[in-house]
């Protein structure tokens, strides 16, 4: 009947929030045949995760991917380490730590909510102050890299803080793994959850994340059984332990898809790789600026994978995001939450931070803004001018 | 580095209880780029996999896949259609029926258990016997087919029994989908949900779900909201439906997997493959039993797409599965629960069910059988006579 149809969702380049573009070698890992959950190529595959995760998040705690989306790995984490009734301070900047409370409170936690404006990071004192708020504040969590404002979070201070407090650091990291520095370990991270779409070039469907081990054991003495079967860590726990008991289905292909993104990150080198998304968003920010445009968020404070713009005055939001859709394949993304309407949000994630597609970016939205009537100056030469001081090929 | 290393999972025969082997025109389609989730190519793919979703589960309500495996699609029926405290009649006739109890509990409801032997199916006495136990009883929760026993439910007392007391049929479908009829309208199921690794040939990672008006009601009536953020089906009816509301980063590549799945269960057309089903499971019975081998389920309730056979005495469990994945790389499960060691569960789901792997297998398991010093007799002809009576190119 309709055999001889084929599938071709057209190849855009994915410079909004995530999901970004993957990786070749990722796609066609995944075309590989299924094996099943138990096969001794599995326990394989399971193993060089478990090492590359630990890589990727700065970490020697257990690290192993959630069979969900990253919002699955926030529904986890929070899920798992706070009990029915429990106080747990979060920052809330933007709509993901907006989205850490609701999903605290479906949990039956008690949100003690530390906010900022939206484009700012929580500032350590709020952090103190929460303590001083609550006497048996236990958990606090943070996003660190915030998708809806481009901001990222400084933790130096701020986990000095809660170590003093013998409390424990829950982090949001899916839009700043594999493009910035994680460090699990040096920051005192106890819970660190992340998505695969953003700068590790994979496609979305899984959530990594990385349980130190007093977080196992505070699970492990949990009062009420954690209300996700789906998502209870124990059970993820006794599957890619050393137990190996069966607990769902794993999605196998991901796994794949997974694993292959986490070595070409090893390829290249983490320093190499932040190094490449510290540029490229330079460069980015250069040209975007030399055209005219405003960033949303103070360069202290900026993303390297994910840029937010003021969209100018005289722009119609969703007709310039619809035509460089249309006209050059290229996705950005809109605001969200309080500010839609205010910014677009330009991801350079993963293979994407590079200067081809900067430079592309770059003509495109020139030539958009110009046919919508928007003055703007040109901005690859800025751009190129961050690249030929680096030396880089651009 | 390692660049030159390239990316090789053994190609398996996937004979168990899932995964099983997913088409390879399905792996091709998720090697397809990555769009955005908002991408209008995005929103006529999510137009066509719920109209042939529609298709498979037999409906006109809502279908749409949950972004896990099979049990995100039972916590997610569960916790969504009970409020806590509430009871819900349970068919606990395996483990699966099990594992919905525990699900039920930790959604703060309360199970009524229907028990049954792990081999029978749950009788429409038991299910008229829970509402008279309970007078409140408004939820009906079965497995349609057990993947631990091999049993399907039959269902045609029992949904007119649920309908006359005007309660909630839940319905896990996850071994059923593509292989048997599920007859969702037909049967008054008001959730119903399944997975993609069985009879659909699509890899592990998506749970298809099938939500009834009157259940969507019900869903907006709560009195308390559903615990889970990730698994809320009001947020998915968010972005299924018109409204496009962002939920969460859907795992686009396996929405190209699902959707090439359902193509070619369409193009088969589905009692097509429901006789394929039928067929190629009485030529491993009639196969089996010439061995030797004894079924465990009465022929009344045997499922198609799973098949569970006794161990022979003599042989060792892990041994022959073992032999059978080394030498031919067949995989084949082993019992769960109360079957641990009482029976192998050997699958033919989705494209597995053909006549080639019948005869593969039976002249495998013979083989290794034999090696293993278990005396048996040889399968190959009569399943051979199965195919010939019906005509089939075996």
Redesign the interface.
Same mark, same amino acid.
């Given at each position: 009947? @309709?055999?001889s149809?084929t599938?071709?969702?057209? !190849? #855009?380049l994915?410079l909004?929030p995530?999901? %970004?573009?993957?990786d070749d #070698?990722v796609? #066609?890992?995944? %075309?590989?045949? +299924? +094996?099943?959950?138990f096969?001794p +190529?599995m326990l394989e595959?399971m193993a060089d995760i478990q090492r590359l995760l630990q890589l990727v998040f700065g970490t020697a705690h257990k690290a192993f991917p959630i069979? &969900? !989306? &990253? !919002? %699955?790995g926030? $529904?986890a984490a929070l899920?798992n380490l706070l009990e029915p009734g429990e106080p747990v301070a979060i920052g809330v900047n933007g709509f993901f730590g907006d @989205?850490m409370r *609701?999903?605290a $409170? @479906?949990?039956?936690a008690r949100p003690v909510v530390m906010e900022a404006e939206w484009g700012r990071p929580i500032e350590a004192e709020q952090v103190e102050d929460a303590f001083k708020r609550e006497a048996g504040l236990q958990v606090v969590a943070l996003v660190h890299a915030e998708t809806s404002t481009g901001v990222l979070q400084p933790l130096e201070e701020i986990h000095e803080i809660v170590r003093s407090h013998d409390a424990f650091l829950l982090l949001d990291a899916v839009t700043s793994l594999g493009g910035h520095p994680v460090e699990v370990d040096r920051h005192g991270v106890d819970l660190c959850y992340s998505?695969t779409?953003k700068a590790l070039s994979a496609?979305? &469907?899984l959530a990594p994340i990385a349980v130190s081990p007093r977080t196992a054991a505070r699970i492990r003495a949990r009062r009420h059984?954690? *209300?996700?079967?789906?998502?209870d860590l124990a059970l993820f726990e006794q599957y890619w332990g050393t137990a190996k008991f069966?607990?769902? !289905?794993?999605? +196998?292909?991901?796994y794949?898809?997974l694993?292959?993104a986490l #070595?070409i990150v090893?390829?290249e080198g983490l320093q190499a790789r932040f190094d490449r998304h510290r540029q490229n968003q330079a460069a980015l920010v250069a040209g975007l600026e030399a055209m005219g445009l405003q960033m949303h968020v103070a360069p202290a404070h900026r993303l390297w994978t994910l840029t937010t713009v003021r969209i100018p005055e005289a722009a119609n939001d969703a007709a310039v995001r619809r035509r460089l859709?249309t006209e050059f394949g290229i $996705?950005i993304g809109g605001g969200?939450g309080a500010l839609l309407g205010k910014v677009w949000r330009i991801g350079l994630m993963g293979k994407n931070a590079c200067p081809a597609n900067v430079l592309l970016f770059l003509t495109a939205l020139e030539r958009v803004l110009q046919a919508e009537g928007v003055p703007c100056g040109s901005g690859t030469r800025a751009a190129d001018h961050i690249y030929r001081k680096a030396g880089s090929p651009a």
């Open positions: 009947m @309709r055999s149809q599938f071709h969702p057209p !190849t #855009r994915l909004g995530g999901p %970004s573009n993957a #070698r796609l #066609r890992a995944m %075309s590989a045949p +299924v +094996v099943g959950y096969d +190529v595959i069979s &969900g !989306t &990253g !919002t %699955s926030m $529904e899920a @989205r *609701q999903v $409170e @479906r949990a039956g998505g779409q496609p979305p &469907g059984p954690v *209300q996700s079967f789906y998502l069966y607990h769902h !289905t794993p999605p +196998v292909s991901f794949y898809a694993l292959e #070595r090893e390829e859709l $996705e969200l």
